[in-house]
């Protein structure tokens, strides 16, 4: 491989880790954002496990159903996604745990969309970390440091071969 290709390789390992980590980044207002949503009235605070596996709030993490269907319809880091995101959520009449009632009327129910089991989230106790608590825990997604020293590693693999 020749050093422009090379070099263009690792650019563009670069530009999409940077991509990746800015895709819908947990934020602590996310949460409140949701509340205040005027289609949903929300008398609670949806708690991080809404979208994040057991509410790390790691770039990586918000993999849960409910999170998955605001992501294909367009919730990314910026705030102003979120209302979007809920409201195309809304006329999709998205139901993320297939139990016949959809996210939305979850939500206003005070119920977990992503279980059938209608588990109340209203008053759940999150963990000590994410939305507000500690530090979180667990891995996120690999940031531009990491890919770069990613590149430079394969750079100098690549040089010893030659």
Same mark, same amino acid.
């Given at each position: 491989?020749?050093?422009?290709?090379?070099?263009?390789?690792?650019?563009?390992?670069?530009?999409?880790?940077?991509?990746?980590?800015?895709?819908?980044?947990?934020?602590?207002?996310?949460?409140?954002?949701?509340?205040?949503?005027?289609?949903?009235?929300?008398?609670? $605070?949806? #708690?991080?496990?809404? *979208?994040?596996?057991? +509410?790390?709030? @790691?770039? &990586?993490? =918000?993999?849960?159903?409910?999170? /998955?269907?605001?992501?294909?319809?367009?919730?990314?880091?910026?705030?102003?996604?979120?209302?979007?995101?809920?409201?195309?959520?809304?006329?999709?009449?998205?139901?993320?745990?297939?139990?016949?009632?959809?996210?939305?009327?979850?939500?206003?129910?005070?119920?977990?969309?992503?279980?059938?089991?209608?588990?109340?989230?209203?008053?759940? $106790?999150? #963990?000590?970390?994410? *939305?507000?608590?500690? +530090?979180?825990? @667990?891995? &996120?997604? =690999?940031?531009?440091?990491?890919? /770069?020293?990613?590149?430079?590693?394969?750079?100098?693999?690549?040089?010893?071969?030659?």
């Amino acid at each position: 491989m020749n050093k422009t290709k090379q070099r263009l390789t690792v650019g563009l390992l670069v530009l999409g880790s940077l991509g990746l980590s800015a895709l819908a980044q947990a934020k602590s207002e996310f949460p409140s954002e949701m509340a205040r949503n005027p289609n949903l009235n929300l008398s609670y $605070q949806p #708690p991080c496990s809404v *979208c994040h596996i057991d +509410a790390n709030i @790691g770039s &990586s993490t =918000p993999i849960t159903p409910f999170a /998955l269907s605001l992501r294909a319809r367009g919730l990314t880091g910026q705030n102003s996604s979120v209302s979007s995101s809920l409201s195309k959520l809304e006329s999709d009449a998205v139901d993320s745990d297939g139990d016949g009632t959809t996210d939305v009327d979850e939500l206003k129910a005070g119920t977990d969309p992503n279980s059938s089991a209608n588990a109340s989230i209203k008053d759940g $106790q999150e #963990p000590g970390y994410g *939305c507000g608590g500690t +530090a979180p825990h @667990g891995r &996120s997604a =690999p940031g531009a440091a990491g890919v /770069l020293t990613l590149g430079w590693f394969l750079l100098r693999r690549r040089r010893g071969q030659a």
